[in-house]
């Protein structure tokens, strides 16, 4: 019976008319759709986009009823608890927002997930934390950069970086290798110094 349904009235047609009202500008029918298409069989990535279509319109509740549905299924991660994290802002629970959020930053770090925390901690008078967080976001910000092969941005990020954590050994490689690849060739050596001083075994500094 439940095959029988996945066919007439099932995933393939419930998801094309989820995207057909969200289109539109039906997002709260296109979250009933996928609703409906979840009660039928779970899929990820339609999860996501309830979720996401949840949040638009205000319903907290049932964007964590999914999450937690989802870490349920496939257990904690970062897009999971960030999520969840970002939930507890809007019912105006900063302290179990920045929980999760470090939950989700001790897994995966990432710039936002510094940069909620950074504001947390700044919000509550911890500017030592928020600092510490401010030079973390600006690390990420620089590995995307990098790895984006922005290297006068990456240049800039992990420049502020060494400003703010001076004893950051991944941030002075990273910023020797960035400039390296500028065409830097002294400055990229300082860098690499400042690297090898603080990380003696660091063997990508040599």
């Given at each position: 019976?439940?095959?029988?349904?996945?066919?007439?009235?099932?995933?393939?047609?419930?998801?094309?008319?989820?995207?057909?009202?969200?289109?539109?500008?039906?997002?709260?029918?296109?979250?009933?759709?996928?609703?409906?298409?979840?009660?039928?069989?779970?899929?990820?990535?339609?999860?996501?986009?309830?979720v996401r279509l949840d949040?638009?319109?205000?319903?907290?509740?049932?964007?964590?009823?999914?999450?937690?549905?989802?870490?349920?299924?496939?257990?904690?991660?970062?897009?999971?608890?960030?999520?969840?994290?970002?939930?507890?802002?809007?019912?105006?629970?900063?302290?179990?927002?920045?929980?999760?959020?470090?939950?989700?930053?001790?897994?995966?770090?990432?710039?936002?997930?510094?940069?909620?925390?950074?504001?947390?901690?700044?919000?509550?008078?911890?500017?030592?934390?928020?600092?510490?967080?401010?030079?973390?976001?600006?690390?990420?910000?620089?590995?995307?950069?990098?790895?984006?092969?922005?290297?006068?941005?990456?240049?800039?990020?992990f420049t502020r970086t060494?400003?703010?954590?001076?004893?950051?050994?991944?941030?002075?490689?990273?910023?020797?290798?960035?400039?390296?690849?500028?065409?830097?060739?002294?400055?990229?050596?300082?860098?690499?110094?400042?690297?090898?001083?603080?990380?003696?075994?660091?063997?990508?500094?040599?």
């Open positions: 019976y439940i095959g029988l349904l996945r066919v007439q009235h099932g995933l393939p047609q419930q998801r094309a008319r989820a995207a057909e009202l969200e289109k539109a500008g039906e997002f709260a029918l296109a979250a009933d759709a996928l609703t409906a298409a979840q009660r039928l069989e779970f899929d990820l990535m339609s999860a996501r986009q309830l949040f638009r319109l205000g319903r907290i509740d049932e964007a964590t009823a999914v999450l937690q549905d989802m870490i349920g299924r496939f257990g904690e991660s970062p897009e999971f608890l960030e999520q969840l994290g970002d939930a507890e802002v809007l019912r105006q629970r900063a302290d179990e927002a920045a929980a999760l959020w470090q939950q989700a930053v001790d897994l995966r770090p990432s710039a936002r997930l510094h940069q909620l925390l950074a504001e947390h901690c700044r919000q509550a008078g911890r500017s030592q934390d928020a600092a510490r967080h401010t030079a973390a976001m600006t690390y990420c910000q620089g590995l995307d950069s990098y790895h984006g092969n922005q290297l006068t941005a990456a240049v800039e990020h060494v400003e703010l954590d001076p004893d950051c050994a991944d941030a002075w490689l990273w910023l020797g290798l960035a400039r390296q690849e500028s065409g830097e060739p002294e400055a990229a050596r300082t860098a690499f110094l400042r690297c090898l001083q603080l990380q003696p075994h660091q063997g990508r500094a040599i």
